[in-house]
């Protein structure tokens, strides 16, 4: 993040005041680009966030690589529908018995301008299944896809990266209507 600060990049994070300390989180926020996790990681690391992340994160990246892979977060095969629900699951009874957050971006790949895709519920499900008290924070975040516009360089110079946390959601009821709710919620909250 503070080497973003060189080309004018500005964080802000508003909202964490809303959110309890010692319970479950299921964390659930839209995807702009690689820049949305670091500020993630560092504004929420009080709540200890672990990442649902794709395989292919789990080796080359370093620091990156291994703490994905040995510090809670899971890693899944996208085109494997089982091994991926199963570690999500896991993560799920995970979040659950250590009051920890889990961090899923349910469009499943970044948004390239902004723009929300819509979600795909079956990894949200799962978490709110196995993770029954666990509060869902809803995030929505805006112009982390400005600092990749024109691909890895040049980068986007002076962007403000903004991510808003809306009120947290119980997680009772119907999941779908649920998944419903929180999608409205995080899609309301970006400016494209």
Not at 4 to 23: A, D, S, Y
Not at 34 to 50: G, L, N
Not at 73 to 99: C, F, M, W
Request: include cysteine; charged fraction near 20%.
């Amino acid at each position: 993040m503070r080497c973003l600060n060189i080309l004018g990049t500005r964080f802000t994070f508003k909202g964490r005041e809303k959110i309890p300390l010692n319970t479950p989180l299921i964390i659930v926020t839209n995807h702009q680009s690689m820049y949305d996790i670091p500020p993630i990681i560092w504004y929420m690391r009080k709540f200890h966030p672990k990442f649902v992340s794709k395989k292919e994160l789990g080796k080359g990246i370093p620091s990156v690589s291994y703490n994905l892979r040995h510090g809670g977060s899971v890693l899944i095969d996208r085109k494997n529908p089982r091994q991926a629900l199963t570690e999500v699951a896991k993560l799920g009874k995970y979040i659950e018995k250590h009051n920890r957050s889990a961090v899923i971006f349910p469009e499943g790949t970044r948004s390239r301008n902004g723009e929300p895709k819509p979600f795909k519920t079956k990894g949200l499900q799962i978490l709110l299944k196995y993770a029954p008290n666990a509060l869902i924070v809803p995030i929505s975040i805006n112009n982390s896809w400005k600092i990749l516009k024109y691909g890895k360089f040049p980068m986007g110079l002076g962007n403000h990266v903004k991510f808003q946390v809306h009120e947290p959601i119980e997680n009772t009821g119907d999941p779908i209507e649920l998944i419903a709710k929180i999608e409205a919620t995080i899609t309301s909250g970006i400016n494209v």
